[in-house]
């Protein structure tokens, strides 16, 4: 999707220009996905991270200033990065202030280097998402949410807090051709190719575990459909790409932050 009028007004005042208007207009998709993610409580405080790589600039990303929450992510405080997760000279404003965790890059940049179609790359540390990781089991294949991952859904085991590099390669490796991962023991992945996608995965993920918990907490014998329906409906969930969904309810979603403190497009 191209920059708006507005973004391109923006974009100049922080001295970009050209090529550059598309780097602001994924600054304003990526803090959209911010602030959604605090909108659906998915945060942790400082904790957790969403990335996104930058058009037309190779190796280059942009990640959250460490220390913004992510209910005030603003299209500014986004910090670009190279894919080792240094930050880089953006304008007049230098490197002030640009403080990024580099250890919550090295999942990001992992997915990134591997995957260079998926764009945006998110990770929470929710209640229901740990939960599920921390279950043995897995992701249970007991609501129709949880059937859009079926079949299509890595599993990385648990290694500690993400500074060794050499994890990436086992993190990609578990990924393989997926869009979601469950880090087990830790919390949730998900990418797209575009921000919509990305939220799509992480907001049908992170509900398919909120309802397994639920579900484990009633105390009853779960339903399980058969493998059949299971693939079916996984198949179904294919196409809502192909009609429009994914775009349609990222428009919708954006309506619910509009308007929000000082704006997320600044």
């Avoid at 991270?49 to 005030?72: D, T």
């Avoid at 007049?92 to 580099?102: E, F, H, I």
């Avoid at 997915?111 to 540390?125: C, D, G, M, S, W």
């Avoid at 578990?174 to 880090?183: D, E, K």
Wanted: glycine share 8%.
């Amino acid at each position: 999707m191209p920059a708006t009028d507005d973004e391109h007004a923006s974009a100049r005042a922080l001295g970009l220009a050209g090529a550059d208007c598309a780097e602001w207009h994924t600054r304003c998709e990526l803090a959209a996905l911010y602030r959604l993610a605090a909108h659906f409580r998915m945060t942790d405080l400082i904790d957790t991270h969403i990335s996104a790589r930058l058009p037309q600039q190779p190796g280059q990303f942009l990640i959250n200033r460490y220390g913004v929450l992510f209910h005030e992510m603003r299209a500014s405080d986004l910090v670009k990065v190279d894919d080792e997760g240094r930050a880089l000279q953006v304008g007049p404003a230098a490197l002030a202030g640009q403080r990024v965790n580099k250890a919550g890059f090295t999942i990001h940049s992992a997915v990134h280097k591997a995957r260079p179609e998926l764009h945006f790359v998110i990770h929470t540390h929710t209640s229901a998402g740990m939960a599920v990781a921390a279950q043995q089991a897995g992701l249970l294949p007991i609501s129709q949410h949880a059937l859009k991952f079926y079949g299509k859904l890595g599993y990385h085991d648990y290694e500690g807090i993400a500074l060794d590099l050499a994890e990436r390669e086992r993190l990609v490796a578990a990924l393989g051709s997926h869009r979601a991962l469950i880090l087990r023991n830790h919390g949730l992945l998900a990418a797209g190719s575009t921000a919509a996608e990305a939220f799509h995965e992480i907001y049908f993920l992170e509900r398919a575990c909120q309802a397994q918990v639920a579900a484990l907490a009633g105390g009853q014998p779960l339903n399980l459909p058969p493998e059949a329906v299971r693939l079916r409906t996984a198949a179904q969930f294919d196409n809502d790409n192909a009609s429009g969904i994914i775009d349609l309810a990222w428009q919708s979603a954006l309506r619910l932050i509009q308007g929000e403190g000082s704006g997320y497009r600044c």
